[in-house]
């Protein structure tokens, strides 16, 4: 069956980097795109841009177009989120989720950042 | 950015009773090749969000006929019908027919 599972939740202090991964399984894992959606507490859903898993190219969304970089470990059917210079503003869960066509139709478990001096 | 207003913010239904859900956007969500991508989700407690319905009225695989989409250019609704515990939670609107894709604010589903 189709799974993306994520790495676990993650305490950094600000200041600091955090790399997540999102591992595929179930399908090719380069015939879908894989996009990042950030969730802050208590509120909604934001997409923050995608990566193209056959080319290796990253799309970020204007607001997160600083620290934030996509990366891919093709071999491994595995996504990266690495977020440089955290602050308290980035604490939120971070889901990844794959697209072909016009839908995010599998999404992983997500992963709580939390940021705490 | 298109904007998508979700009404009512929070819903109370009794269980077996239906839901409606409206999402408004800014602009038509028709896209040049005809389709329109405005799809439904509901994440529940906890969990990661899960496709309902996609481009408006397209149920996703195992999600049951309780559910339906509806609706063109820039108004569309999702009801609920004969309410069931598991579909509390959390409804979002998303479009992918503009960059970048955005999502409604949500809609939360109590009992009442």
């Known amino acids: 069956q189709i799974q993306l599972v994520q790495s676990g939740p993650e305490l950094k202090k600000p200041g600091e980097s955090v790399k997540i991964s999102c591992k595929a399984s179930?399908?090719?894992?380069?015939?879908?795109?894989m996009n990042w959606v950030k969730q802050a507490p208590g509120n909604g859903l934001k997409w923050m841009g995608w990566?193209?898993?056959?080319?290796?190219?990253?799309t970020y969304a204007d607001d997160f177009k600083q620290r934030f970089v996509f990366s891919l470990e093709t071999s491994a059917s595995t996504a990266y989120l690495q977020i440089n210079n955290l602050n308290i503003e980035d604490t939120a869960t971070y889901f990844c989720?794959?697209?072909?066509?016009?839908?995010?139709?599998?999404w992983g478990q997500g992963v709580m950042v939390t940021v705490s001096s | 950015d298109v904007v998508l207003t979700q009404t009512p913010v929070s819903l109370l239904i009794s269980l077996g009773g239906q839901a409606s859900i409206s999402c408004r956007s800014s602009?038509?969500?028709?896209?040049?090749?005809?389709?329109?991508?405005l799809h439904w989700y509901l994440q529940k407690p906890g969990q990661s969000p899960q496709l309902l319905i996609y481009?408006?009225?397209n149920r996703f695989s195992g999600i049951p006929d309780r559910f339906s989409g509806s609706g063109s250019g820039t108004d569309f609704t999702l009801k609920i019908s004969r309410v069931e515990p598991e579909d509390l939670g959390v409804y979002y609107c998303?479009?992918?027919?503009?960059?970048?894709?955005?999502f409604g604010g949500g809609t939360k589903l109590e009992l009442k």
């Open positions: 989720t794959r697209h072909k066509g016009g839908d995010f139709d599998y």
């Open positions: 179930g399908y090719t894992f380069t015939d879908y795109a």
């Open positions: 990566i193209n898993t056959q080319t290796g190219k990253p």
């Open positions: 602009q038509s969500l028709v896209h040049s090749n005809g389709n329109t991508y």
């Open positions: 481009q408006v009225s």
């Open positions: 998303l479009q992918r027919t503009h960059n970048p894709p955005t």
